[in-house]
């Protein structure tokens, strides 16, 4: 079992950047695929980037490619998210997700079960 809490929102300019962080409690955090998922007032939740256990393999929804980066230090139980050239409509909360992979899965497909509380990104116009 992991828990994770996230950090680093907060309210920003349009073609500003943020970065968040998240923090993974436990000794098994290198066997989970991590994932940054949005969810915008009155969406569904959805992804936007992941990263394979030990940082090898990325994803990125369309949306953000380019802007964001996603990484790892397995060291320290953290994942980050830099996000740079923000768009009024990056404005969500933003939720640190924690998956294991089976076999070759597509980390886009995984199961993320594991979640933080959430931490608001605000792009104002």
């Known amino acids: 079992q992991v828990q994770l809490v996230e950090s680093g929102g907060g309210l920003v300019q349009a073609g500003g950047s943020l970065r968040l962080s998240c923090a993974a409690s436990g000794r098994t955090f290198s066997t989970y695929a991590m994932a940054w998922f949005r969810q915008a007032p009155g969406k569904e939740r959805v992804l936007v980037t992941a990263?394979?256990?030990?940082?090898?393999?990325?994803y990125y929804a369309d949306s953000v490619k380019g802007r964001f980066t996603i990484s790892r230090d397995n060291a320290k139980n953290t994942v980050n998210l830099q996000m740079n050239s923000l768009k009024p409509e990056d404005t969500a909360v933003y939720y640190c997700?924690?998956?294991?992979?089976?076999?070759?899965?597509?980390?886009?497909?995984?199961?993320?079960?594991?979640w933080g509380q959430g931490t608001q990104v605000t792009v104002s116009s």
């Open positions: 997700g924690a998956g294991r992979r089976i076999g070759n899965q597509e980390i886009s497909t995984l199961n993320y079960n594991y």
């Open positions: 990263i394979s256990p030990f940082g090898g393999i990325t």
